[in-house]
DNA sequence: AACCAGTCAGTTAGTATTCACTTACTTTGT
DNA sequence: ACAAAGTAAGTGAATACTAACTGACTGGTT
């Protein structure tokens, strides 16, 4: 399923409408305004409306995979792979942060079970890779094994999408990644032993 | 601003239908279905669909607040009440699944700001209640002092969040009760010092 | 007891607007 | 010449909300 660079900024825009004023934003209309040409043209993209949330979607989910395996590669040491991996996260949301949706949409939309699923498929790709390094240092010693990884692992996550879901509702007014990599690291200093 | 019990069923009905359906399934066709009469009875008891949901939000906030006070007088502990605190949230939304939209909406609606603003009311009152049994439990040195207490409610309330986050998802499909005990008893032990 | 005035809570039958999407046609780039 | 990407002008369905009206009940006056 490649996306061709039409599709990618019909992608963009859809993501910024949601980001800026939420999903009942997001109309056929308003998005073919956004592109400069008319309704009809969105047709020649996507089928449908519903399209182009999944295929965001799943762009999204390939892309943060492949940037969070990148990462296991070039940190083998738990802790800091883990710190990298939400600093990745916090740089990616600062530099695209049309994107945002797809970690809240979750939980009110059903709009469709292609969305959901879409927006599951994100968490579940996040949190894969986030218990694979807590695994890998519990196993090293550095992590306490009080607790299961997977309990580890929600603690970590739970923070991180508090942390976003504040900087989104503060209008993004305040630095992400400094504030963020203060209350990963405060997380990662409590779950090591 | 009291609720008349005709209001308290015609809230209750609507989220209902945003826990079953999503927030677009919430027209004023359906409500009126539910509710066993017309549209336009629904205009005998709110003047909109946005007080419908302002008014739900309001009388959330209302209630939590009340339950979380009476809780610190029962509870002098800290680390008790927090736990207290939880446990009170958790037996309430497994009772009234309804109102879990509550916790969800932000960040993705935006459909007005009175509703914005009811949502963010909620989190600000238990954002209140924790990080005051917090200060205390770092006043009395059962909690860790390495990180404030901000930081720690935080990490807290993010653990909590993804927790009722799951349960949704899920279909409340397990005991939220149990394993939010067990999550919330961890990140407990985690700062405990 | 009987009437009157007002309110409460519902009804039927609409309104204008917005929604996602379609059809038939035209322009543009190679 | 041809396909890709656009346009104009619509479609039916759904949306929140309104207008006008009705029956049941309530409290006060005679």
């Not at 910024?16 to 993209?45: C, D, N, P, S």
């Not at 999204?60 to 710190?83: M, S």
């Amino acid at each position: 399923m490649d996306i061709k660079p039409r599709q990618l900024e019909i992608i963009e825009a859809a993501g910024q409408l949601v980001t800026e004023a939420g999903f009942a934003a997001l109309t056929t209309k308003r998005l073919a305004e956004r592109m400069h040409f008319t309704e009809a043209a969105l047709y020649r993209h996507f089928a449908s409306k519903e399209e182009i949330l999944v295929t965001m979607l799943h762009h999204l989910a390939a892309n943060i995979d492949e940037r969070l395996a990148a990462l296991a590669e070039t940190h083998p040491d738990p802790k800091e792979r883990v710190r990298a991996m939400f600093d990745s996260q916090f740089t990616y949301f600062q530099k695209n942060p049309q994107y945002l949706m797809a970690i809240f949409a979750t939980g009110v939309l059903e709009a469709s079970h292609g969305i959901d699923a879409g927006i599951e498929r994100i968490m579940v790709v996040k949190r894969r890779h986030l218990l694979n390094a807590i695994k890998e240092g519990q196993r090293s010693g550095v992590f306490t094994s009080d607790h299961s990884a997977e309990t580890l692992s929600h603690i970590i996550m739970g923070t991180f999408r508090l942390h976003m879901l504040q900087w989104r509702m503060s209008g993004r007014s305040f630095d992400v990644r400094k504030k963020g990599r203060a209350l990963i690291g405060a997380a990662l200093d409590l779950i090591t032993r």
